[in-house]
């Protein structure tokens, strides 16, 4: 059975996130430094795609893959999920494939997936009732 029935199950997710990282002093102090980076994230499995944006300290994510993005990475809203809430180790996803950078900066990548969401992932889970 699929995590998401669709994007907007996706979508309420990574958005719950986000507000959570916001509500965060300690995360914020994580990306305070970050001057410009775009991650995208290609979901094929449920035909979406999301940007984060971190510019100047500040975060935001927008749907569909930006164009000036520095990274795209390419996985199922599956894999994603268990990525961020911990149950699939991030070597083991890009040795097997199950990962695939489509374009990519690794500077601006490493910045991008350091970001403290993990226990965010699973705080949002939980409120939306999805499977830990």
């Given at each position: 059975?699929?995590?998401?029935?669709?994007?907007?199950?996706?979508?309420n997710l990574v958005s719950r996130v986000l507000e959570m990282l916001k509500e965060d002093e300690k995360a914020l102090k994580s990306i305070e430094n970050i001057?410009?980076?775009k991650?995208?994230?290609?979901?094929p499995d449920i035909n979406f795609g999301y940007t984060?944006?971190?510019t100047n300290g500040k975060i935001s994510i927008s749907k569909g893959i930006d164009e000036e993005t520095h990274v795209i990475i390419k996985m199922t809203s599956e894999d994603f999920y268990n990525l961020n809430i911990g149950?699939?180790?991030s070597m083991k996803a890009l040795i097997s494939n199950a990962v695939t950078i489509e374009k990519g900066d690794m500077k601006k990548?490493?910045?991008?997936?350091n970001l403290p969401t993990s226990q965010f992932y699973k705080l949002a889970a939980k409120e939306l009732g999805l499977p830990l």
């Amino acid at each position: 059975m699929a995590i998401f029935k669709n994007s907007d199950d996706f979508w309420n997710l990574v958005s719950r996130v986000l507000e959570m990282l916001k509500e965060d002093e300690k995360a914020l102090k994580s990306i305070e430094n970050i001057v410009d980076v775009k991650v995208a994230y290609n979901l094929p499995d449920i035909n979406f795609g999301y940007t984060t944006i971190i510019t100047n300290g500040k975060i935001s994510i927008s749907k569909g893959i930006d164009e000036e993005t520095h990274v795209i990475i390419k996985m199922t809203s599956e894999d994603f999920y268990n990525l961020n809430i911990g149950k699939l180790d991030s070597m083991k996803a890009l040795i097997s494939n199950a990962v695939t950078i489509e374009k990519g900066d690794m500077k601006k990548m490493v910045q991008a997936t350091n970001l403290p969401t993990s226990q965010f992932y699973k705080l949002a889970a939980k409120e939306l009732g999805l499977p830990l």
